[in-house]
T-cell receptor, first 109, second 115 residues
Framework: SQQGEEDPQALSIQEGENATMNCSYK?????LQWYRQNSGRGLVHLIL?????REKHSGRLRVTLDTSKKSSSLLITASRAADTASYFCATPNDYKLSFGAGTTVTVRA | DAGVIQSPRHEVTEMGQEVTLRCKPISGHNSLFWYRQTMMRGLELLIYFNNNVPIDDSGMPEDRFSAKMPNASFSTLKIQPSEPRDSAVYFC?????????????FGEGSRLTVL
């Protein structure tokens, strides 16, 4: 079952712009993870934020977590063509990791 | 490290045929997962192994699906007989810990088309 739901479903931006996508989830979590999937490839882990963290940075990525609202956001700054991909949030439930439907990001040159 | 290795990358078969997908997890990883990805249903967890033992197969759609992990470096997912609705991308993923909730390492997937 899908625990996290991303919004928007799709996003098209110009190279150099920022891209923001959101994830909402339903139950209590101890961490939330974001993954990227390029077309025809497997998922790649981007960043993990723990429930006691509010914000985390990794390169051009910034992730926030609001446990009171059960939501997270992923911001990609200064986007590049190579950022074109689908992005998924994932939440653990025991040993399982449940993925949302994803946000498809297209970065136009 | 070579990462999680899956084979075949692409498989086209006819309805009723047996399909076997293979996975080699990252060495030292104790947990192995099989996921299925479709446009309609997204990523679905099929089965989870820990230390080569199937712990949760509640996501396996029906008896036509079976999975094995004979040793720590090899797992198979078998569909017999295959049906057109089994067409999907099947991913294998592994994780270092036992009972961990950390990141998963995915293979590149096996794209299955059943005609």
């Amino acid at each position: 079952s899908q625990q996290g739901e991303e919004d928007p479903q799709a996003l098209s931006i110009q190279e150099g712009e920022n891209a923001t996508m959101n994830c909402s989830y339903k139950t209590s979590i101890n961490n939330l993870q974001w993954y990227r999937q390029n077309s025809g490839r497997g998922l790649v882990h981007l960043i993990l934020i723990r429930s006691n963290e509010r914000e985390k940075h990794s390169g051009r990525l910034r992730v926030t977590l609001d446990t009171s609202k059960k939501s997270s956001s992923l911001l990609i700054t200064a986007s590049r063509a190579a950022d074109t991909a689908s992005y998924f949030c994932a939440t653990p439930n025991d040993y399982k990791l449940s993925f949302g439907a994803g946000t498809t990001v297209t970065v136009r040159a | 490290d070579a990462g999680v290795i899956q084979s075949p990358r692409h498989e086209v078969t006819e309805m009723g045929q047996e399909v076997t997908l293979r996975c080699k997890p990252i060495s030292g990883h104790n947990s192995l997962f099989w996921y299925r990805q479709t446009m309609m249903r997204g990523l679905e967890l099929l089965i989870y192994f820990n230390n080569n033992v199937p712990i949760d197969d509640s996501g396996m759609p029906e008896d036509r699906f079976s999975a094995k992990m004979p040793n720590a470096s090899f797992s198979t997912l078998k569909i017999q007989p295959s049906e057109p609705r089994d067409s999907a991308v099947y991913f294998c993923a592994s994780r270092p810990g036992t009972g961990d909730t950390g990141e998963l390492f995915f293979g590149e997937g096996s794209r299955l088309t059943v005609l």
